[in-house]
């Protein structure tokens, strides 16, 4: 009986942690409720050095990232190829990159309004992140393992 009540009691500790987003700074998520009003489907993570949002906007999957002291680093956009502003577009089909697997493609907002096209390519074990303004412009590229 007494290892019923203990097992129940963590249950209903975790349920409740959970349901306040245990560990999530109070200004990540309330900078998040400011920025994404109408927001769905909200589920937060964390670990030490930064907290993550998933969420839906607009029937948009979206991912907020919210680093140590809950000020927001930036926002993914999970969006279809057919939403690349079209000069961003045709910089990829012309880059070093063209031949790869297209594994998704993302609309990246950062703070102070600069917002990127994100490929994320694989070819082999390679596997880069390949990022052009609305112009077309390469700005970076960050590979992964």
């Not at 907020?64 to 000020?71: K, L, Q």
């Not at 956009?77 to 493609?105: C, G, L, N, P």
């Amino acid at each position: 009986m007494k290892k019923l009540f203990l097992f129940s009691l963590i249950i209903i500790c975790i349920a409740s942690a959970t349901a306040q987003g245990i560990g999530v700074s109070k200004k990540a998520q309330g900078q998040f409720e400011k920025k994404y009003l109408s927001a769905t489907d909200v589920k937060w993570t964390n670990n030490v050095s930064n907290a993550t949002v998933t969420f839906k906007s607009d029937g948009v999957s979206c991912k907020g990232h919210y680093n140590i002291s809950g000020e927001w680093d930036y926002t993914e956009k999970f969006i279809d190829s057919a939403s690349i502003a079209e000069k961003a577009k045709d910089s990829f089909s012309k880059s070093k990159y063209r031949d790869w697997e297209v594994k998704s493609v993302a609309f990246v907002e950062y703070p102070k309004g600069e917002s990127l096209y994100r490929y994320e390519v694989k070819k082999g074990i390679s596997k880069n992140y390949v990022f052009f303004n609305k112009l077309g412009v390469l700005v970076k590229t960050n590979t992964t393992l």
